[in-house]
Nanobody, 121 residues
Framework: QVQLVESGGGLVQPGGSLTLSCAASGTIFAIYNMGWYRQGPGKQRELVATITSGGITTSADSVKGRFTISRDNAKKAVALQMNSLKPEDTAVYYC???????????????WGQGTQVTVSS
């Protein structure tokens, strides 16, 4: 059973920083892309940043220059360093990974439970 467990959310003042972490556990044959998505109040879930197993990253224009995604393949983990946070970054942040649990199985998307990030003074 594959699980993604997130940590690191919380309340931060505008201009502050937070780091989100996510680790995959369970029976895992391979992890391909990993990433972070977010869903703000009254909004649809949107892509924040992704990273391939080889370290190639993409990010939303709204977070470029402020957020950095990284991963540790040995630890099956992905992190999101968020700097210069703005009130509009307030959202539930979800970890995502495209995982092949077993060599006999096909790959599929897995999601974490979500962690709340609130940017407010």
């Amino acid at each position: 059973q594959v699980q993604l467990v997130e940590s690191g959310g919380g309340l931060v003042q505008p201009g502050g920083s937070l780091t989100l972490s996510c680790a995959a556990s369970g029976t895992i044959f391979a992890i391909y892309n990993m990433g972070w998505y977010r869903q703000g109040p009254g909004k649809q879930r949107e892509l924040v940043a992704t990273i391939t197993s080889g370290g190639i990253t993409t990010s939303a224009d709204s977070v470029k220059g402020r957020f950095t995604i990284s991963r540790d393949n040995a630890k099956k983990a992905v992190a999101l360093q968020m700097n210069s946070l703005k009130p509009e970054d307030t959202a539930v942040y979800y970890c995502n990974a495209f995982i092949r649990p077993d060599w006999r199985m096909s790959s599929q998307d897995y999601w974490g439970q979500g962690t709340q990030v609130t940017v407010s003074s």
